[in-house]
């Protein structure tokens, strides 16, 4: 059973940077793989980036590419998602999940709201 917890969400402008941090409880945690995911307003959850247990090998959607970056802290069960440049539209309630094959562990998000 892993709990996950985010945290550094906010209200910035267009332009500003966050960093969201993920805290996982838990002993295996360096097992998991990792994700962040968001769901703005009427619209579907959707992936942003995750970051593989075994190799740190991360990816990212075309949306954030370039701009925001995952990182992982296993000796600390902490996972990190950098973010800069930020848009109006990467306005949204983020997650960060874990799991092997699916996800299944995910937090109760925290809010970024980016305003033009």
């Known amino acids: 059973q892993v709990q996950l917890v985010e945290s550094g969400g906010g209200s910035v402008q267009a332009g500003d940077s966050l960093r969201l941090a993920c805290a996982a409880s838990?002993?295996?945690?360096?097992?998991?793989?990792v994700g962040w995911f968001r769901q703005a307003p009427g619209k579907e959850r959707e992936f942003v980036a995750d970051?593989?247990?075994?190799?740190?090998?991360?990816s990212y959607a075309d949306s954030v590419k370039g701009r925001f970056t995952i990182s992982r802290d296993n000796s600390n069960n902490m996972v990190y998602l950098q973010m800069n440049s930020l848009k109006p539209d990467d306005t949204a309630v983020y997650y960060c999940?874990?799991?092997?094959?699916?996800?299944?562990?995910w937090g109760q998000g925290t809010q970024v709201t980016v305003s033009s």
């Open positions: 999940a874990a799991g092997y094959a699916e996800y299944a562990y």
């Open positions: 838990g002993r295996t945690f360096s097992r998991y793989n």
């Open positions: 970051i593989s247990r075994s190799d740190d090998r991360t």
